[in-house]
């Protein structure tokens, strides 16, 4: 067999391994051994070589090890979670299972809980001695999830929920995150909480504060699958390519033209090796990371694009306070006329997107003077629809403009990242 490969200057290919993956892999913890989920069986392989060593007679779509690699989580399509051991191709007994795949795994650092994320909006939290197991709703499909050992939390992108943090050893909801759209994967690196969403953009959150720790940007990847961490940098794994950022400053370290390969993600990180594993046509590549690797700067969104100026009738502030939260965490500065109505002038001046919410209450006051003030500077009007907003036939001065409508709730993913892509030209349309 022949493989092709075309990588970065700053990534060297270590070996390829004929194994072809079926769901996602994992490394063991000394990174020895690579565990690949086939399509009918489990291929274990050498992590230098890429030469079989191992071969279990069924088939997995994720899998997690314990700290010493004594034991392999595997999770099925099927919503179960088997035990292996190494040279004893024996599972365990699992006595119940997610209502659907499960999409992630996790060991907790004592070895006794496995954590299990899945299709059914569940996260499972398993006794690794008996496979006892008490299930946690997350409020929509759960993605992807990441455990913080030092916290003993547990991270979950849980698509329109955005990201619930949770206790790992009750399972109960300490802490989320909301974000204007769905999350599709997790992360912690550096003290950081990464998030990654369905239409490419990358966030980092305080770990400890959960607030934002830079504006969101989109890598022009497409959309996030997978979040590694490795060492300092951190691995984003997207539908058109693969990118390596330096968790710390935010800049891109390499970028490959790769897109997933496997649903749910078809990379695996060793961090103390600075490798990784990458499924590719028919094959595993093992690929190392250069410790030299020069960084580009991730395009952040320019200040004239992210200054916005916030219309609206101060008894629709209930209303507006999401949308206005969310487009400080996509990178928008926002000035809140309902607050301070003498800077709607500054911000015009100034070339500030203005933002008009029509909630109940009607129109912002001073709505046709505050238009006109933003009209003569040139500024770009962005009309949004409110639950129970309606805009009188007279207002309606926004030719070609499109509306931004949440029908029942404010919070609805699909209409706050409509907002986002209207407000912020920097986001993906």
Request: hydrophobic share 45%.
């Amino acid at each position: 067999m022949t493989l092709l490969l075309t990588l970065p200057p700053r990534l060297r290919l270590r070996a390829r391994a004929s194994a072809e993956p079926a769901g996602r892999m994992a490394w063991t913890r000394r990174g020895d051994r690579l565990i690949v989920g086939g399509a009918a069986e489990t291929v274990i392989v050498d992590g230098t070589t890429g030469v079989e060593v191992e071969r279990w007679p069924r088939a997995y779509v994720g899998f997690a090890c314990g700290a010493d690699d004594s034991y392999v989580a595997a999770a099925t399509a099927r919503g179960c979670v088997d035990l292996w051991r190494f040279g004893r191709p024996r599972p365990g007994e699992p006595k119940e299972r997610h209502d659907g795949a499960i999409t992630a795994l996790a060991f907790s650092d004592d070895d006794r809980r496995i954590f299990s994320a899945g299709e059914d909006g569940k996260v499972g939290i398993w006794r690794a001695a008996t496979l006892e197991v008490a299930f946690a709703p997350v409020g929509g499909r759960a993605h992807d999830l990441a455990y913080d050992a030092r916290s003993d939390t547990l991270a979950v992108a849980a698509g329109r929920a955005g990201v619930v943090i949770l206790d790992g050893a009750s399972g109960a909801r300490v802490a989320g995150v909301k974000l204007p759209d769905r999350a599709t994967a997790v992360a912690w690196c550096e003290g950081l909480l990464f998030v990654g969403t369905r239409e490419g953009q990358l966030a980092a959150y305080d770990g400890k504060r959960l607030e934002p720790a830079r504006p969101t940007v989109s890598l022009g990847a497409g959309a996030i699958v997978q979040l590694l961490a490795l060492g300092s940098s951190l691995v984003v794994e997207a539908t058109d390519a693969i990118v390596i950022v330096d968790a710390a400053g935010g800049n891109v370290v390499a970028r490959w033209p790769h897109g997933v390969a496997v649903a749910g993600g078809s990379v695996a990180v060793h961090a103390e090796q600075r490798v990784f594993a990458v499924a590719v046509p028919a094959a595993t590549a093992l690929v190392e990371l250069s410790a030299e690797a020069q960084v580009a700067t991730i395009p952040q969104p320019s200040a004239t694009m992210t200054e916005v100026l916030a219309l609206y009738h101060p008894s629709d502030e209930e209303l507006a306070a999401p949308v206005l939260r969310h487009l400080v965490e996509a990178g928008a500065r926002v000035t809140d006329s309902a607050r301070d109505a003498r800077r709607v002038v500054e911000a015009a001046r100034r070339g500030a997107v203005a933002l008009v919410l029509y909630g109940p209450s009607g129109p912002p006051l001073r709505h046709d003077y505050q238009l006109d003030v933003l009209e003569t500077h040139g500024a770009r009007v962005v009309p949004v629809i409110l639950p129970g907003g309606v805009v009188p036939e007279k207002q309606r001065r926004f030719h070609g403009a499109a509306y931004v409508c949440f029908h029942e709730r404010v919070q609805d993913a699909d209409a706050l990242a409509r907002v986002s892509r209207a407000v912020l030209p920097g986001l993906p349309r």
